[in-house]
């Protein structure tokens, strides 16, 4: 058992109305083969029984620490309760309805001291027929690569275009200090959906090292639980998740500028951009999956009016470059009005809002890509020529030595989030 004065592990789950699967998820916490730990259950003012959950639980098990929210504070907050009411030498985090596999924090605590942050992966657990579809890339996503990173590198790893890594605050182990610390520099407001990414942000520039461990699917997510997958998208909710994204973005950028002189990097303003690229491709995902298509005009104007005029563009113009793609590699003839002329007239809409020398290099890629791709079509179809090639390359549009296709193809290898 563990000393409740020192644990050498504090496991933290917030919950908000979790009265469904709480309680198992913490059997899993604490049915462990390691017992040298403190679970904090974070209570977030719920509206159901999850209060007299966490009750039941502390008074069979010393090592269960309630934490009581009076007013809902939202992830953001009530991470920032039960992290900042961690005592353990290192700190990991659960989310209400997923749980850790048996003998999981055995094997973590293996690894503990050998970074300040150490990466396990998942299993995914799906739910629904929609959660099945997209388990395996799911996990993909979330299994780290076996690979350890040194200061300011951990940062500049974790958002980029290439070879990042996830940015879900659970399945990580982090020094306590670290962790204590990372929260209690988060801004104290309302955050949903956004918050791990801010997180991971303020996390990585503050730790030394990181590791990830290849083979360790040790936490159980059960993708589904909670989440309505498969679901229409309707305009209003898309605004509401812009929003929601949109806010934390503001909060990374704040973050950066706020501590420059004390976190002191050159490269603070791109890894804000590597993050909002990230940020956004989820918020355009989320338009182009889930809305029709007659109502795409109306999406783009309102993310327009949120968003820079570039990063709405760069989106829209890699969907420009899959259906290029796609035509070309099936030799499929492109006509007026299918998906591809559509998306274009968008991009090319949001393009001309970019104002000249305030563009990222994601979006001055995917431009460039897609370009090359619209003027490869147009010599294989020459009579659609004037729609498809009727603006000029972007800047950075990349060589076509070496194949047709060649660069496109390692882009699409990607796993679009």
């Known amino acids: 058992m563990t000393s409740q004065a020192s644990p050498r592990l504090s496991v933290v789950i917030p919950a908000h109305n979790g009265e469904r699967y709480l309680e198992e998820c913490a059997a899993s916490v604490l049915g462990q083969d390691f017992t040298d730990l403190e679970l904090i259950l974070v209570d977030d003012a719920s509206s159901d029984a999850t209060r007299d959950v966490i009750g039941r639980l502390a008074a069979a ?4 620490r309630p934490v009581l929210l009076d007013e809902n504070q939202g992830t953001l907050g009530a991470r920032q309760a039960g992290v900042a009411a961690s005592r353990g030498a290192y700190v990991t985090l659960v989310d209400q309805d997923d749980e850790l596999a048996p003998g999981a924090l055995a ?3 293996a690894h503990a001291g050998e970074a300040d942050i150490v990466h396990f992966g998942v299993c995914v657990e799906p739910e629904g027929e929609a959660a099945q579809s997209a388990a395996a890339g799911m996990e993909g996503f979330l299994t780290p690569v076996a690979r350890r990173l040194e200061g300011k590198e951990i940062l500049r ?21 670290l962790a204590r610390r990372a929260w209690g520099m988060s801004a104290k407001t309302r955050l949903l959906l956004s918050d791990d990414i801010y997180l991971c942000m303020i996390l990585d520039s503050l730790a030394g090292s990181y590791v990830g461990l290849g083979d360790a699917p040790w936490y159980v997510y059960h993708l589904g639980r909670g989440e309505t997958l498969g679901a229409r998208e309707t305009l209003d909710a898309l605004r509401r998740t812009s929003e929601r994204e949109l806010k934390g ?22 890894r804000v951009a590597d993050a909002r690229d990230r940020i956004y491709e989820n918020v355009s995902n989320e338009m ?7 109502e795409l005009p109306q999406a783009v104007d309102l993310l327009l009016s949120q968003w820079p005029a570039d990063a709405v563009a760069g989106e829209l113009w890699r969907y420009v470059r899959d259906r290029a793609y796609e035509r070309f590699d099936r030799h499929v003839e492109p006509t007026r009005g299918d998906s591809l002329d559509q998306v274009l007239t968008l991009a090319r809409r949001a393009d001309a809002l970019v104002a000249p020398g305030e563009s990222s290099e994601r979006y001055r890629q995917m431009k460039g890509v897609a370009q090359t791709h619209l003027r490869e079509l147009a010599e294989r179809h020459p009579d659609q ?10 800047s950075g549009s990349p060589s076509r030595a070496g194949g047709a296709s060649g660069m496109l193809r390692r882009l699409l290898g990607r796993l679009s989030r």
């Open 61 to 64: 098990d010393p090592r269960v």
């Open 107 to 109: 094997k973590v605590m």
């Open 157 to 177: 790893v974790q958002f980029s275009e290439q070879g990042n890594f996830d940015w879900h605050v659970h399945h990580k182990l982090y020094d306590g200090d």
């Open 249 to 270: 973005w503001h909060l990374m950028r704040d973050f950066a500028r706020d501590h420059a002189s004390d976190l002191p990097r050159d490269d603070w303003s791109e």
């Open 288 to 294: 182009i999956d889930g809305l029709p298509a007659a």
């Open 385 to 394: 020529a004037e729609w498809l090639a009727n603006a000029p390359a972007g």
